[in-house]
T-cell receptor
Framework: DAKTTQPPSMDCAEGRAANLPCNHS???????VYWYRQIHSQGPQYIIH???NNETNEMASLIITEDRKSSTLILPHATLRDTAVYYC????????????FGKGTLLTVNP | NAGVTQTPKFQVLKTGQSMTLQCAQD?????MSWYRQDPGMGLRLIHY???????DQGEVPNGYNVSRSTTEDFPLRLLSAAPSQTSVYFC??????????????FGPGTRLTVL
């Protein structure tokens, strides 16, 4: 079963920041936090990942708490195209390539 | 690069029929996998492969067979389709020879209905 807990749904106004939380209280020291999203039944798409430092790329920012038990994905200026199911996944990389998906958070961006 | 491609996009089968879902990638990725996604659920791993000639079972392997004769292709076979196999099937691939955190790339999916 998934090692992460996410709210089932969230709403966000277009142009505002979307902050998606994820709890991973049993994360191990060598496990990374990955975020993927799935737009309207398309294949999942990688967004960002991190170990303990905050990370930013062209799509989003990832904030990981100091104890690593939770994280927040931030979409700084949400658009209607960001409406999707967002999955938070923990994985140790290495030789474990299997991703365990929970139900994720359905983010709805409203005009 | 075409990335990960899947065929067909849609398929309707009758109970007991067999078929093969095709998956191909042109990124020379060693690792390939198959997932299924039922309505309102996350993806569940069916089978995976870390290279040509090597396959292993995932979380829900029953009713499915796979083989990996080339790096590029990873077909998924349904030997005798059942209504419980109605689902959306996703293929994914990633490198294993690069960074330990290389990401996975997913195909567009095959929507299968078994009547």
């Amino acid at each position: 079963d998934a090692k992460t807990t996410q709210p089932p749904s969230m709403d966000c106004a277009e142009g505002r920041a979307a902050n998606l939380p994820c709890n991973h209280s049993t994360i191990s020291g060598n496990e990374y936090v990955y975020w993927y999203r799935q737009i309207h039944s398309q294949g999942p798409q990688y967004i960002i990942h991190g170990l303990k430092n905050n990370e930013t790329n062209e799509m989003a920012s990832l904030i990981i708490t100091e104890d690593r038990k939770s994280s927040t994905l931030i979409l700084p200026h949400a658009t209607l195209r960001d409406t999707a199911v967002y999955y938070c996944i923990v994985n140790d990389g290495g030789s474990n390539y299997k991703l365990t998906f929970g139900k994720g958070t359905l983010l709805t961006v409203n005009p | 690069n075409a990335g990960v491609t899947q065929t067909p996009k849609f398929q309707v089968l009758k109970t007991g029929q067999s078929m093969t879902l095709q998956c191909a990638q042109d990124m020379n990725h060693e690792y390939m996998s198959w997932y299924r996604q039922d309505p309102g659920m996350g993806l569940r791993l069916i089978h995976y492969s870390v290279g040509a000639g090597i396959t292993d079972q995932g979380e829900v392997p029953n009713g499915y067979n796979v083989s990996r004769s080339t790096t590029e292709d990873f077909p998924l076979r349904l030997l005798s389709a059942a209504p419980s196999q109605t689902s959306v099937y996703f293929c994914a691939s990633r490198r294993t020879s690069g960074s330990s955190t290389d990401t996975q790339y997913f195909g567009p999916g095959t929507r299968l209905t078994v009547l």
